[in-house]
Every structure is written in structure tokens, then in C-alpha cells.
């Protein structure tokens, strides 16, 4: 009806409108119906509404048919702005992005065209909008405002952007939509993500932050570019700091190496000095820093004293590293020569820097720098263990030092720390289960409890494996020492130093719960040592463990834990036998001071009610021990040591040695026969002793109270006195029993013969000298063939021919100067006597508040000789001014040992008799005749002892000889 109504009214437009409304309805109508009829319907009333302009219309009709591209365009074309976003839907369905983005972007429709360019991978198009967009964002406010809130679609959008070029490897690309990014922030945090350093590097670089490239390309354990761009920023002492650093890494975990020692590469010289050159404008003491470390690092071939000036100064410049570094060089040279090489100097106190200059090495000096290692390898593992807590300062130094080592870059991020590993190839990442190395393109990170496990695991192997090369020449400098024929001291000195070091890292390893592969081998190490150091301590010719050296290394902690191991040794022995009672009670007296825990250990060993049960009773103090009545109530530590130890020895000399299979050896037995005679000697006040035995007396009263002196040991010391006179009898005469017994001790007879007797007749010499003994027993004993010929040629002339000359007159004196030739020289203690009477003896006063050093200073002066003086010295003026000489003479003492001329191998003859008068001899008797006077009040001169038999009192009878102990039966 309209359209026949605007065909009669001839309005032509109105016709074609109402000929196409009614074409658009019969379409709407049919739609379902009659599709096809439907569509052909709507097409035509497009085209007439597109020819009349109804372009609202003609787009909506073209939509339903799905010309999408063909209705964007009416929509974008000629409907206006308000038609642009219905234009970019239709273009978008027609998969027409460009046309679509441009609809959009003409409507300010943002977040639609950015969305439909990275849909359509128009990148360009869309960054170029992005650009458009903040250049109206300053003109117009109102863009402003609304391009504030479309940040995050555009940084969506451009990385987005980024991502498709990464995903083709067009990183030249990529990066060009990252630097649209709003940030650097973001830029950084994408890069990082996908692992492309290399571009943030420059990304960096072209924003001029030199220190954050440095970061990143640290990162990559790209360390030298690292020190380009520190140099850059101006930061020369962090680059120097960290070519250090770098040479350090790389020197052991190059291509091939599994870390130490330090490797030489290509550039390591040019490296180092460019540290060095770059520390120049620095201060003096950090280019002094970066010179040794350089020196350090560089590890060139050079002398001890030079190593020795590198450790000192990396001590002084406070460097961690470098006092590992050289430690570890210092003890890889003493490791690397043989033992032939080893300076065995005599001062063993104090490592010379003399002998450092000269480029020798000692056992000390190998322990010494053994000792440094370890300690700073166990303050690593042990700071390593607890990472997570480092608080102080050096704990720090060390975990810094261990990151350095390994090529591990620490990296905090919300208090829970980053590991990245410089090269995930390095040897030592081979140990690390696959599984917990973290993977990130170009880096590779690992897990805190991961990285200790590994790190711990590195420097127990690394601790182990020195110290049990350590071990090993420290066993075999022992064998050197024997094979070649070296002292006595620098044979105990070895064994000392083996067990203690040995004992100590068996301890540290328990700590470090890793002694399991090693333990067994360490034990081997510890026992072996004990065994053979007894031999030492207590040899064959006892001079040789009382020298100068010998008392301080006895004195040492080293020796009294090693004596203590083999007391724990013997008591672990669970069956009684006089020889075990015996070196237990040997090591009491030679041991010196001791813990209650070793006193309890060793009265317990002793098993019943035997007599050395009482004797370690009385040396703990455990109980009272069952001592006899004597006059004076008070009785001293000696007067109880001496009668239980009396009765030890007495009964253990009884017993029938030819069965028991563990009887007393002759050095114990001896050894405790001296000491029971100093016990009794100390109760007149002055008493005589040779100078061996009044060091022991000095050792074992480390342990006990203060001596006491002048104490009465009423009729209980003629029993003692009786027994140990027969007994030095019987060894003497019966010479085929002391031979078997000897060589059943499975000790060499050729050598300890001679020396047994010698030592039996400077026990007869004291028996007379503190005791009055008839001198004429010790002359018959001597005119006895198979006694004399043992002894020492100068030894013996002196005490046969002038003693029968001037005995009477002198006869300490003469004892004095035989004691010498035998060097052992007679000690004169607490007396007043003028020495110009026995010049050969030592005079001082021990009687004094004195301690041992002083006694020491005297025993064994500066210079080498045995002080004597004209007077009965004050120990304080000794030690004030130890080397002054008296008007005396003062005889020379050999520290190094015995004279050899006791040994029957090494005589040489007798010497020349002394062109002396009898009248020169005759002057020197004046105070020394009221000492024997005094001396000899407690027996007679005419036998033995004076009734030796007659025992009075209540003193037990142990002095009388069991006629079918020892030696009687066949």
C-alpha cells in the first residue's frame, strides 16, 4: 500500500524505501521458512536501502547475510563515529583485521584494536596505534585519563607481540615491542622470564645502566664482559674484585678439571694484571690486597719463604681465600718432598723463619700448616652447614669464599636466596642428582639444601684425602727417622705428632659424622703409635729420654695423650699380669700430671687385693693406704708412694718369672726401682740423684702434690733399703738369670746389657751417697770381671783407681766425676755444700717454692753446660741470669743422648788415668764429709746393708727374699 501510494504520488525515494521495507520483512517472515527465498528477499532490500543511503539499514541487512565486509564498510563509511565499533565487529568476522583494527582505532575503541591486531599479528599496525595513542594522551586530557586505564591492555598486547617473535626466534623483532613496553621493569621481567640475557644486557646498556648489565651478565657467568661493564660505570675496585673472583672459579673448574690444585688458562696473566691495574687509583692497601691475591691466584712455582710472605700478608689484609690458598700450597709442598728432603732442626718450639728463608721443611712445620688447613676447611663446613643463619661477620667471609670457590651466584629475592651455578658443567655438579638443578634457559639454579649437600660433601673429601696423605708421611718420616738412626727425640717427636693428629681428625670427622670410610684407618694410625711410642719414652738407654728436647716434648699435650692412650690400651687388658701392672704403673710415674677419669681407670684395673692394687689406691687416694706405723703421724704422698710401691715391686720380684707369660720387663722393673729409691731420698732432705732420674722425679711430680721433704720414715725404710740393695745384688752377680730375662723381655741382650749394668752401679752409687751403703760393696761388684767389662772404659777407671785413692777424702767427688763421663751427671739437691769440693756435680735447691722451669733452667743452662756454683743457688738468681758463670768449673752436658761409649759396641779403651796429686784431691772434703756423715747415720759400713735382716717394729716383712721366687725354679 505504501509503496503504491509513493508511485502515484511519484515520490520516488519514499517508493524504494517502502519497497525495501517490505522486501526486509518478507525476509524476517521467511527467514525460517523458506531460507533461501529469504536470503534473496534481504539482498535486495540492501541494495536498495545502500541506494538510497539508508546505510544503517543496508549494513544491518548484509550483517545477516553475512556479507561482513561489505556491511563494515557501509558501517565505517557512512554511518558515522557511532557506527565504527558495529564496523570493526563486521570486519573482524570477515577476518578483515586491518580494516578492523582502523574501525576501531578511529572510535578510540582501544582495547578492540589492540585485540584485533594481535589477533591478526598486525604488530606493527598496533604498536604504530600505541604510538599515536600517547601522542594525543599530551594534547587531550580526556585521552589522558582514558589511556591510563588502558596501560595494561597495551602492555597485554605488546607482549603479546613479543612472545610471537620469540616463539620464532626473531629476537631482533621482539625486542622492539619490549621497548614499548610502559617500563624497564617490565621489560626486565619478561626477559628474564624467557631467559634472552643477552638482549636485556643491551636493553640495559642502552638505557646506560652499566652496574645492572654488569648483574645480568654475571648471571650468565659471563664474568669478563662483567668487568667491562663495572669499568664503565666507574666501579673499577668491584672489577678488579671480581677478575679475582673469576680467576679463582675458573683456575679449578675449567673444561676437564676437577678442581685443585689451581689450573693455569689462556689469559689468566693478562686477567691478573688488569686487576692489578685497575686496583692502582684505589687505596694502597686495597691495590696490596688485589698484588697478593694476584700473586696467590697466579700459583707460579716459587720458594716456601715466598708462599710463607703470601700467607702472612693475606692474614694481614684480612683475606679469607688467600689464607686457605696458601695453607693449602705450604702443605701440598711438604707433601710433594720426600723424606730425605726434611730438616730435622733442634729447636722443635718455635719453626724458624731462618729456615723458611732457606726453604726447609719439618715435621713441624708440615703439622703446623696441616693444622691451619684443616681448621679453616672445618670452619667452612661447618658455616656451610648453617647458611641459612650466618651472623658473623668471618662466617660470612667464609660462606662468601666456599660461593666464590664453587662459581655459585647468591641472589636474595623476599628473604629466600637464588643459587645459580656459573657452569652447570663443572666436576663437582656431577655428584648433584639431575632432578634438583633448576633450569632456565641460560641458567641453571639450585636449591640451598642441595648446594650445602654437595659443598660439604666436596670438603670431607677433600679433608680427608689430605689428611690421610698427612698420616702417611707422617709414618713414613718415622721410618726415616729410624732407618736413620736419628734421636730419640725426633723419633718420639713423629710418633707424638702421628697420634695426635691422627686422634684429633678421627674426633673432627665424629663431628662431621664421616669417620665411617676412614675411622678404621685412623685407628690403625693411633694404635700403632701407641704401641711404639712406650719403647721411646721409656728406651733401652734412659738418657736418651731425659734430654732438654725429650722433657718438653714429654711435657707436650700431644705426648700426654698419647701416654693416656696407652694406659687405655694396657687397662683394656682384661687378665692380671705383672708385666701390664707393671708399664701401667711406669706410665703413672713417667706420664706426669693426669685426670681424675685416667686415676679412677687405672685403680680400677687393678685387679683384687694385690699389692699394686694398694699402690695405685695410694697414688689415687681413692682409700687409706695400709702403711705401717711410723713416728711421725703425717705422712706425706712419698712415704705412702714408697712403702705401696715397696711391696709392688717386692712381690713382682718374688713371683716365678719363667712362667708367667706376661712378667715384668727390665726397663720397667729398673725404672720403678729408681723411682722408689728418689721416693725414700726425699726424706733426708738433701738427697743425691743422677740428672735423668731427678727429671723423672720432676715429671711424676706433675701430678702429685707438692713434695714434701725432711718427713720421717722411722724403721720402715731399712726393709726397703735391704731389698732394693739385694735385688741390684742378685741382677749383678747372677748374670746368666738377667741375660734369660732380658731376652724373654724380647729386648736385644748385646745392647741393654751393658746398659742395665751401668744403670745398677749408678744405683749402688746413690745407695751409698744417700744412704751410707759400704762403698766396698760397689768395689767388689766391680772387681767382678763380667761386671766390669761392661762398663763405660773412663767410667770404670775413675771409680777404681781413685776411688781406692781418694775415697775416703772425696768420695763424692770422685762418684760426681764418673757420673759425668757417662752423661748423667750427679745432682746435688738442697745442700750447702761448696761446689769447689765436687765440681763435677750440679748443686740447687728444689727444696724452695721453685717451680720445674726454673729447676730446668738449672738442668739444662742456655749455653749448653751443667751449672754448678760455689753455693747452693737461689733458683730466682738462675733464672734472672741463667747463663753467668761461678768461679767453678762447670761441666759440659750432651743433650743430644747417652755417651756412646757406654754402648760395648763403641768402646774405644780406656782413657788416660788424670795426672792429679793426692794432695790437690785431699783439699776438696770439707762440707762434703759432713754429708756422708750425715748420710750414713742409718747403717753401717761393713757389708751390705747394716742388719739388713734385723726388721723391727711393725713394718710388714716384704724386704726378706722368697728362696723359691724368682729365678729358683727351672
Not at 541506494?51 to 554511518?79: H, N, P, Q, T, W
Not at 694484571?273 to 716459587?302: G, M, R, T, W
Not at 708367667?660 to 726397663?667: F, H, L, N, S, V
Amino acid at each position: 500500500m505504501a509503496t503504491m501510494c509513493f508511485e502515484r504520488a511519484r515520490f520516488e525515494y519514499g517508493e524504494k524505501l517502502a519497497k525495501a521495507s517490505a522486501f526486509k520483512a518478507d525476509a524476517d517472515l521467511k527467514h525460517f521458512s523458506s531460507p533461501q527465498e529469504a536470503s534473496h528477499l534481504r539482498r535486495q532490500a540492501a541494495e536498495i536501502y545502500e541506494a538510497i543511503g539508508v546505510a544503517d539499514s543496508a549494513a544491518e541487512c548484509f550483517y545477516i547475510l553475512k556479507e561482513y565486509e561489505k556491511a563494515g564498510r557501509i558501517y565505517m563509511e557512512k554511518c558515522g563515529e557511532s557506527a565504527l565499533e558495529k564496523a570493526g565487529e563486521c570486519f573482524s568476522l570477515a577476518e578483515c583485521y586491518s580494516l578492523a583494527a582502523e574501525a576501531y582505532a578511529r572510535g578510540n575503541i582501544f582495547s578492540k584494536c589492540l585485540s584485533i591486531c594481535a589477533q591478526g599479528e598486525l604488530f606493527e599496525m598496533g604498536l604504530q596505534y600505541i604510538g599515536d595513542w600517547k601522542r594525543l594522551g599530551n594534547e587531550n586530557s580526556a585521552i589522558v585519563k582514558k589511556s591510563k586505564e588502558i596501560e595494561k591492555l597495551e602492555q597485554d598486547f605488546l607482549e603479546k607481540c613479543a612472545l610471537h617473535y620469540y616463539d620464532v626466534r626473531d629476537y631482533g623483532a621482539m625486542m622492539k615491542y619490549v621497548k614499548a613496553f610502559h617500563c624497564i621493569d617490565s621489560m626486565r621481567n619478561l626477559l628474564v622470564r624467557l631467559g634472552c640475557l643477552d638482549e636485556l644486557v643491551s636493553l640495559e646498556e642502552d638505557y646506560g645502566n652499566f652496574l645492572e648489565a654488569a648483574k645480568i651478565v654475571r648471571m650468565k657467568g659471563d664474568i669478563i664482559r662483567e668487568v667491562d661493564l663495572l669499568v664503565k660505570s666507574g666501579e673499577n675496585k668491584e672489577a678488579s674484585m671480581h677478575i679475582l673472583w673469576y680467576v679463582l672459579f675458573y683456575s679449578l673448574w675449567a673444561p676437564g678439571s676437577k678442581g685443585w690444585p689451581l689450573k693455569q688458562f689462556a689469559q689468566k696473566e693478562e686477567l691478573l694484571a688488569k686487576a692489578k691495574h685497575l686496583a692502582e687509583p684505589d687505596s694502597i692497601a686495597f691495590y696490596e690486597y688485589v698484588s697478593v691475591e694476584s700473586s696467590v691466584l697466579l700459583n707460579k712455582q716459587c720458594s716456601l719463604a715466598e708462599m710463607k710472605e703470601r700467607l702472612s700478608a693475606s692474614r694481614r689484609n684480612g683475606s679469607v681465600r688467600g689464607e686457605i690458598l696458601c695453607a693449602r700450597n705450604i702443605l701440598e709442598f711438604h707433601l710433594l718432598w720426600n723424606t730425605t728432603d726434611f730438616w730435622w732442626e733442634y729447636d722443635w718450639v718455635e719453626y724458624s723463619e731462618q729456615q723458611i728463608l732457606r726453604n726447609q721443611i719439618s715435621v713441624d712445620s708440615l703439622v703446623c700448616f696441616w693444622n691451619l688447613w684443616k681448621e679453616k676447611i672445618v670452619r667452612i663446613i661447618k658455616c656451610v652447614g648453617c647458611a641459612e643463619m650466618l651472623g658473623e661477620k668471618e662466617s660470612r667471609c667464609y660462606w662468601e669464599f666456599c660461593l666464590n670457590y664453587f662459581g655459585v651466584l647468591e641472589q636474595q629475592d623476599n628473604l629466600q636466596g637464588t643459587y645459580h651455578l656459573l657452569n652447570a658443567d663443572a666436576d663437582w655438579v656431577r655428584n648433584i642428582d639431575n632432578r634438583f638443578l633448576q633450569r632456565n634457559g641460560q641458567l641453571v639454579a639450585l636449591e640451598l639444601q642441595q648446594l650445602v649437600s654437595a659443598v660439604q660433601k666436596y670438603w670431607h673429601s677433600e679433608l680427608t684425602s689430605v689428611g690421610m696423605k698427612l698420616l702417611a708421611k707422617l709414618d713414613a718420616l718415622y721410618d726415616f727417622s729410624v732407618e736413620s738412626s736419628l734421636s730419640n727425640f725426633w723419633q718420639s717427636r713423629c710418633l707424638a705428632l702421628l697420634h695426635d693428629v691422627a686422634k684429633k681428625f678421627l674426633g673432627e670427622l665424629n663431628c662431621l659424622n664421616d669417620s665411617s670410610r676412614f675411622g678404621r684407618a685412623l685407628q690403625d694410625f693411633i694404635e700403632k703409635s701407641s704401641r711404639r711410642y712406650f719403647s721411646h719414652v721409656f728406651p733401652l738407654d734412659w738418657r736418651t729420654s731425659s734430654t732438654q728436647n725429650m722433657i718438653s716434648l714429654r711435657g707436650s699435650e700431644a705426648s700426654r695423650h698419647l701416654l693416656r692412650e696407652i694406659m687405655n690400651m694396657r687397662i683394656s687388658k682384661t687378665h692380671f699380669s705383672h708385666g701390664n701392672m707393671g708399664k701401667l704403673a711406669t706410665l703413672f710415674f713417667g706420664s706426669g700430671m693426669l685426670d681424675n677419669e685416667s686415676y679412677g681407670r687405672i685403680a680400677q684395673s687393678f685387679e683384687g687385693s694385690t699389692s699394686w692394687k694398694a699402690f695405685m689406691e695410694c697414688v689415687c687416694q681413692d682409700v687409706q693406704s695400709d702403711l705401717p706405723q711410723a713416728s711421725d703421724d703425717s705422712k706425706p704422698v712419698e712415704f705412702s708412694l714408697a712403702w705401696n710401691l715397696y711391696g709392688a715391686l717386692a712381690d713382682t720380684y718374688r713371683a716365678n718369672w719363667r712362667i708367667e707369660r706376661d712378667y715384668i720387663t727390665p726397663i720397667c722393673f729398673l725404672y720403678l726401682l729408681e723411682r722408689l729409691l728418689i721416693l725414700l731420698s726425699c726424706s733426708k732432705g738433701k738427697f743425691y740423684a743422677t740428672k735423668s732420674s731427678l727429671v723423672e722425679w720432676l715429671i711424676c711430680h706433675e701430678g702429685l702434690a707438692k713434695p714434701s721433704f725432711t718427713f720421717n720414715l722411722g724403721n720402715c725404710l731399712e726393709p726397703i733399703i735391704g731389698f732394693v740393695t739385694s735385688t741390684i745384688q742378685q741382677l749383678l752377680c747372677d748374670k746368666g738369670e738377667t741375660i734369660e730375662w732380658i731376652r724373654r723381655s724380647n729386648l736385644n741382650v748385646t745392647m741393654y746389657y751393658p746398659l742395665l749394668v751401668l744403670k745398677l752401679v749408678l744405683l749402688v752409687c746413690l745407695l751409698h751417697l744417700n744412704f751410707g751403703i759400704d762403698p766396698h760393696f760397689l768395689v767388689d761388684l766391680l772387681e767382678k770381671s763380667w761386671i766390669s767389662e761392661q762398663l763405660p772404659p773412663e767410667f770404670r777407671r775413675i771409680l777404681l783407681r781413685r776411688w781406692r785413692l781418694n775415697f775416703q777424702k772425696n768420695s763424692m767427688g770422685i762418684l760426681a766425676e764418673a757420673f759425668e763421663k757417662v752423661d748423667d751427671p750427679l745432682v746435688i739437691t738442697n745442700s750447702a755444700a761448696d761446689c769447689s769440693s765436687c765440681p763435677h756435680a750440679i748443686i740447687l735447691d728444689v727444696k724452695s717454692n721453685r717451680c720445674k722451669e726454673e729447676i730446668m733452667k738449672v738442668l739444662f743452662p742456655k749455653d749448653g753446660s751443667a751449672v754448678s756454683s760455689c753455693k747452693s743457688r737461689n733458683l730466682t738468681e738462675f733464672s734472672k741470669d741463667s747463663s753467668s758463670s761461678s768461679n767453678s768449673a762447670a761441666p759440659v752436658v750432651h743433650l743430644d743422648g747417652a755417651n756412646t761409649s757406654s754402648l760395648p759396641e763403641q768402646e774405644t779403651g780406656i782413657a788416660k788415668e788424670e795426672e792429679k796429686s793426692e794432695a790437690v784431691e785431699a783439699q776438696k772434703t770439707s762440707d762434703v764429709k759432713k754429708d756422708e756423715q750425715a748420710s750414713s747415720s742409718s747403717f753401717s759400713h761393713t757389708g751390705v746393708v747394716g742388719n739388713r735382716n734385723k726388721n723391727k717394729g711393725n713394718c710388714k716383712s716384704n724386704g726378706k727374699q722368697n728362696k723359691k721366687g724368682r729365678g729358683k725354679k727351672k
